[in-house]
């Protein structure tokens, strides 16, 4: 367990993230055979947080597949375009990685790409965010749908973490990090609603939702016991400190001789168990004194027949 939190703490990705706004563009210029030239904004990365990282290796792939970079420059350009996203200690890695290769091509240019992913996020980068994801519970501030949209991000930027990274798949997302990871208070009826046979984000997403409109998470904990066994401040301004949630009953759910925990109900078991002990030895007694008489009934009627 020591391990799996160290993981989650290492994970490149987490469900609170900064602002995309602050995340800094540079301009590429990209001269197409046709003459025209095409000017592409992409994210750039400088020693920031390890997302922007990743944030722009998404972007310029994207670019490249809507522009035909690669197509429309050299190897050699290709690879300067790539520097051009970066300042820095990650540029400078770049240069070093890069200038080992005698001769570039496509292919040198990923592999090349796939080092300086180990160098900036490390070797385990894959499995620390697969941990995180698995294991880290909903933001109780975070609403339903953006927790799920933001999983469905950092799983989507996992197979940019190394060589032969893979993402989850949708069955896994629900299995794996959503079941599992909802709040405590949600999963019964998360269960009865079979949302953890959900076959995609979007269904288990919709189930959630619900849950989230019927049983705000603020209102089911706030009559909840605190870590010293007191209970809320607001809960003890309402009355009723844990209400019974029987249709047409009000009182606090301990006083409810319908609930089997209640403490009513346990002082009627227990009274009940007391009754059925008295008038089982009641029983008993009785029955122990029948067979004395009798006895003793047996013994002067011998006497006297034999006497």
């Known amino acids: 367990l020591e391990g799996d939190k160290e993981n989650m703490v290492r994970a490149t990705l987490k469900y609170e993230r900064q602002k995309e706004e ?163 208070e949600w999963k019964g009826y998360f269960k009865l609603s079979k949302g953890h046979r959900s076959r995609t984000t979007q269904e288990a997403r919709a189930i959630l939702e619900d849950i989230e409109d019927e049983y705000p998470i603020e209102k089911l904990r706030k009559n909840v016991r605190n870590p010293k066994g007191n209970f809320s401040r607001n809960s003890q301004e309402s009355g009723h400190r844990n209400k019974c949630r029987k249709p047409g009953y009000d009182p606090e759910w301990e006083n409810c001789p319908d609930h089997k925990y209640s403490k009513v109900a346990k002082a009627k078991a227990r009274e009940d168990a007391e009754k059925k002990k008295e008038e089982k030895d009641n029983f008993s007694t009785e029955k122990q004194s029948g067979y004395r008489s009798n006895d003793s009934c047996e013994i002067i009627d011998k006497r006297e027949h034999y006497g």
């Not at 990685?97 to 790409?113: H, K, P, Q, S």
Request: proline share 2%.
């Open 22 to 184: 602050s995340l800094k563009k540079v301009k590429l210029e990209i001269l197409q055979t046709t003459g025209r030239t095409d000017k592409i904004e992409v994210y750039a990365y400088e020693d920031g947080p390890e997302e922007d990282f990743l944030t722009l290796i998404q972007d310029f792939k994207d670019a490249d597949r809507r522009f035909n970079i690669r197509n429309a420059i050299t190897i050699d350009e290709y690879y300067g375009k790539f520097r051009e996203c970066m300042k820095g200690s990650a540029r400078d890695t770049w240069d070093k990685i890069a200038g080992t290769v005698a001769w570039r091509t496509t292919m040198t240019f990923y592999e090349n790409l796939l080092e300086l992913v180990k160098e900036i996020l490390g070797e385990d980068a894959e499995d620390n965010q697969k941990d995180y994801i698995r294991n880290t519970e909903k933001p109780v501030k975070m609403p339903t749908g953006k927790w799920v949209r933001r999983l469905k991000t950092i799983n989507n930027r996992i197979k940019l973490m190394g060589d032969g990274a893979e993402s989850l798949t949708e069955k896994q997302l629900v299995t794996e990090c959503i079941a599992p990871n909802i709040h405590i």
